[in-house]
């Protein structure tokens, strides 16, 4: 029917071990060149704009298009920052005018000697069908390896 609005709930969690410390791994959420580049840079991503405050009630933004295609924007404000164990952050998805998921989402980092466990726990609303719980899981999936890859470099 036009116009019917439905709102699909999802939890997801995602665990990754990384050969880097906690220190590491958290330090490449918080310093913003970092972020960036495995975050909101890739292969046929177009970064408009990319902004972040990462402090507990700071804002993280980011517009970006995917291969010239249609606006898609990132509202982030952190909840709960513990250096080297937690960030919380709540955060919006809108592609062109359309907001297509809020969410909540938890990164726990657990030391396992020189390495470390990560949990990514993200709690979604997914409006009207236009975003797929599924496809969320695998785009914070494929983040979870820009992570990786960035660890890697930054090591090397």
């Known amino acids: 029917m036009i116009g019917e609005s439905s709102v699909v709930h999802a939890t997801f969690s ?3 071990v990384y050969d880097a410390s906690p220190s590491r791994v958290f330090t490449a ?9 495995w975050m909101v840079e890739g292969e046929g991503w177009e970064v408009d704009e990319y902004t ?11 517009r970006f298009r995917y291969r010239g295609g249609p606006d898609i924007r990132n509202d982030t404000v952190y909840q709960d920052i513990v250096r080297d164990r937690r960030v919380v952050f709540a955060y919006t998805m809108t592609v062109g005018e359309k907001r297509i998921s809020a969410s909540l989402a ?6 396992l000697d020189q390495r470390t466990r990560l949990t990514y726990t993200e709690q979604g609303a997914f409006f009207d069908g236009a975003e797929n719980p599924r496809a969320r899981e695998e785009g914070c999936r494929e983040l979870l390896e820009s992570l990786a890859q960035e660890l890697e470099r930054r090591q090397a």
Do not use: A, H, N, Y
């Open 106 to 111: 938890t990164v726990e980092l657990i030391p």
């Open 29 to 37: 959420f918080e310093d913003l060149p970092t972020k960036r580049r």
């Open 14 to 16: 995602l665990e990754r």
């Open 52 to 62: 972040m405050d990462f402090r507990v009630g700071g804002l993280e933004s980011g």
